[in-house]
């Protein structure tokens, strides 16, 4: 009997600089609370339910596996909208994130669909946005490493995650980074994201467990000294 | 031949100014020719070995040499962490005579696989092996398809490509290459070597998809080393008492013993001396320190890190293992792979863990995030000090380091010695 579910989409091909870090997080810090999740992977071609899952995880990926799993997407592109709209918890990063706009122009003039969760296109660049970064968020600095070519724009309305204190973000000129619709988190946040920012990891298991129990769950605190140490050697660190 | 006494001027000042040798030599000689390379190796008599690949590039190139030099054979070699252009011009000068003439039968470098795919060319090599391909120091090198495809690119201007048949990138190779000789391994020891993916095991195994030419048969732990047995296709066969461990020094002893067969060296005779073939830097060596014996493991990437905590889960409980990472360009700037390695499969191992270097903290959270405690110390003379104290006296502890963060203690354990490793 767990007591969340989390979907990791296409662990083999979108598991790249560390996102599985990310579930390893959700299920710790749920384990430290003596609670339980329960991680079911979602390969290609494999038909999964999104409306069971309480909290869907996607990572980044080479460009290769980015075009191997953006036809997947697109079957389950009705099933995503509606997950979104019934407020189920998803963390999508880099190369997941970036299918989760409009589309994705490579550098050699190749139009990947996305699947327009976010209002926002990616175009591919030369030159790669490589380093530590600082978000400033809601949810307080997220720290963590960016690696990526693809520069993002987000349409006037979109809502970004935060804005760039240190590093690049969503694109070298505007400052934004990510993407939010209500529960729906995007960013180029890797790291892992989640181990150096507890806050942010916790703010995305509350709203998942408030929604599958109600409005009064909260989640007991932990010692996250270490987390914090680690987040702020991050920030420093070019 | 100013450039190559260019060159050579160059390096006695840098050393005289402390600097150690360095890249420099190669570096201002490139500049003043930009064909030295090129003249150089074509006096070599046998030809150019270049190893290439993600991991054991230093370790099989080692090995090669101890085959050739067997043999009789005159063999020039690049020292460890000059395996780019400048580094391997700067080893041509230093051994060429003032008239810029090299003396060697065989010349067997060491290429990073960024640098491999505009030196082949140069270096026409006779065979070039590459060991594997797996993700390493993205930040550096961008995608792995990236680099497999400049190791794939270099191939094609190789006589001989010696090549990992249980690496499906590596494999794919063999279509741009002349001629190509493969090594592999058993199915017992191919299905135990770490994948990536640490939440869900290993994906579905593909059978090898080409006939070996050397074969890995078995690779079984003993003393600081281990016992391999090599199973050639001709039907020789040799046991060999390795002095590294780990399955991986198995594929990379195989790798060097192919590449030896190209110059006519029987499997008999690589194996005795592979027998005498000592770590390479870092590789598994073990140094004496106040009456411990301190056994180094290099990690560069999860691979390399999976292939560490593999050696260490196999270890009788209460090991002392400090785990060094630092963050520099030589080390990879993004620690985010700490995340990609099985670190979970050390929970049940009950060593003792410390972490150190400049991203000890990240350490310590991978750690504590797989159910482990570890103390942190990013100061490294602290951070040994605290390290040798939890191994008694005549015990061994284990350093798990990055490249930087191992150089650091290597002037600590033996101060000079890191330089002279490095830049001799």
């Known amino acids: ?238 | 031949m100013a450039a190559c006494a260019l060159g050579r001027l160059t390096g006695r000042l840098s050393r005289f100014l402390g600097r150690g040798g360095s890249a420099l030599p190669g570096l201002v000689a490139e500049k003043v020719d930009p064909h030295l390379i090129e003249r150089l190796v074509a006096a070599v008599r046998r030809g150019v070995v270049v190893v290439t690949g993600t991991n054991g590039k230093t370790t099989t190139t080692k090995m090669l040499v101890a085959m050739l030099e067997g043999e009789g054979l005159e063999v020039i070699t690049n020292p460890t962490g000059s395996n780019l252009a400048r580094g391997i011009a700067s080893r041509l000068i230093e051994v060429a005579s003032w008239r810029g003439r090299v003396e060697a039968d065989v010349a067997v470098f060491e290429v990073d696989e960024a640098a491999v795919r505009p030196l082949a060319p140069r270096l026409e090599p006779q065979v070039l092996v590459v060991t594997n391909m797996a993700r390493d120091q993205l930040d550096r090198f961008g995608e792995l398809a990236t680099t497999a495809s400049h190791a794939a690119a270099a191939v094609r201007h190789a006589a001989v490509a010696v090549l990992n048949a249980d690496d499906p990138l590596v494999v794919e190779m063999a279509a741009g290459a002349a001629a190509a000789r493969f090594f592999g391994a058993a199915a017992p020891i191919r299905r135990a070597m770490p994948s990536d993916s640490s939440l869900y095991g290993d994906l579905p195994e593909a059978a090898p998809s080409v006939m070996l030419d050397l074969s890995l048969e078995r690779a079984e732990a003993h003393g600081d080393g281990q016992v391999v047995e090599l199973a050639a296709a001709s039907g020789e066969r040799a046991v060999v008492r390795l002095q590294v461990p780990g399955a991986y020094n198995g594929y990379n002893a195989a790798a060097a013993a192919l590449a030896a067969a190209e110059f006519g060296v029987p499997l008999g005779r690589a194996a005795a001396a592979l027998e005498s073939t000592g770590p390479a830097f870092g590789r598994g060596q073990v140094l004496e320190y106040r009456g411990r014996r301190v056994k180094l493991l290099l990690v560069k990437n999860p691979a390399g890190l999976n292939q560490a905590i593999r050696l260490l889960a196999a270890l009788p409980p209460g090991a002392e293992v400090l785990v060094a990472i630092n963050d520099l360009d030589a080390d990879g700037r993004d620690v985010s792979w700490l995340w990609d390695a099985r670190v979970e499969d050390l929970a049940q191992s009950g060593h003792r863990f410390g972490t150190a270097g400049i991203r000890a903290y990240d350490m310590a959270l991978r750690l504590k995030y797989a159910g482990l405690e570890a103390w942190s110390e990013t100061d490294f003379p602290a951070a040994l000090e605290r390290f040798l104290a939890g191994v008694p006296e005549g015990e061994t502890g284990y350093l798990v380091p990055t490249y930087t963060a191992m150089l650091r203690f290597l002037d600590l354990l033996r101060p000079g010695a890191a330089k002279r490793e490095v830049w001799s």
């Open chain 1, 1 to 238: 009997m767990s007591d969340l579910i989390i979907a990791h989409l296409y662990p083999y091909e979108m598991n790249i600089y560390g996102d599985t870090g990310n579930v390893i997080t959700l299920c710790r810090r749920l384990q430290w609370r003596g609670l339980e999740a329960r991680v079911e992977p979602v390969a290609v071609g494999e038909e999964y339910e999104l409306a069971g899952a309480d909290i869907v995880f996607g990572g980044g990926g080479q460009d290769r596996s980015q075009l191997a799993v953006a036809g997947d997407l697109q079957r389950r592109r009705d099933a995503v909208h509606e997950a979104v709209a019934a407020g189920t918890v998803f963390l999508t990063i880099c190369g997941t994130y970036q299918l989760f706009g409009r589309r994705f122009l490579t550098q050699a003039g190749e139009e990947i669909p996305g699947i327009g969760v976010f209002a926002m296109d990616t175009v591919g660049g030369r030159k790669r946005m490589i380093g530590n970064v600082v978000v400033a968020t809601p949810w307080g600095d997220l720290v963590g490493f960016e690696n990526h070519s693809g520069r993002t724009r987000l349409d006037p309305g979109q809502e970004p995650l935060g804005r760039v204190k240190k590093g690049y973000g969503n694109n070298e000129t505007r400052r934004d980074e990510g993407a939010v619709i209500g529960n729906c988190f995007g960013t180029y946040l890797h790291g892992s994201l989640l181990p150096k920012n507890p806050g942010f990891a916790d703010e995305l298991l509350s709203r998942a467990l408030r929604r599958r129990y109600g409005a009064g769950f909260a989640l007991a605190p932990l010692d996250d000294t270490l987390e914090r140490r680690a987040a702020r050697m991050a920030a420093q660190r070019p």
